[in-house]
């Protein structure tokens, strides 16, 4: 199971962190990833966490999100920073490589 919390209305240029909280399987043996998915729009990946913390981005939020996990609370976290408007959608977090996905957390950047 994966349940994503941390959502939530935020002004251009303000900060969020989003969290993953993961059960039923062995956390450290897996990669997640984080998806998001604007009105519209196809779900598209954001960022990865491999098992030994290689981390890779979307060109779209380089040098703005960071992806990070810790083992022993069995978390995901994404830390967004320097937030747009077009950074607005529900954020989803998954087990990679399955099919397995989190409910999703909305995130929308206005002023």
């Known amino acids: 199971q994966l349940m994503e919390s941390g959502g939530g209305l935020v002004q251009p240029g303000g900060s969020l962190r989003l969290s993953c909280a993961a059960s039923?399987?062995?956390?450290?043996?897996?990669?997640m990833d984080w998806y998001r998915q604007a009105p519209g729009n196809q779900r598209e990946w954001v960022a990865t966490?491999?098992?030994?913390?290689?981390?890779n981005y979307a060109d779209s939020v380089k040098g703005r999100f960071t992806i990070s996990r810790d083992n022993g609370k069995r978390t995901l976290y994404l830390q967004m920073n320097s937030l747009q408007p077009e950074d607005t959608a529900v954020y989803y977090c998954?087990?990679?490589?399955?099919?397995?996905w989190g409910q999703g957390t909305q995130v929308t950047v206005s002023s």
């Open positions: 998954k087990v990679r490589f399955t099919g397995y």
């Open positions: 039923g399987f062995t956390f450290t043996n897996y990669g």
């Open positions: 966490s491999t098992p030994d913390r290689t981390t």
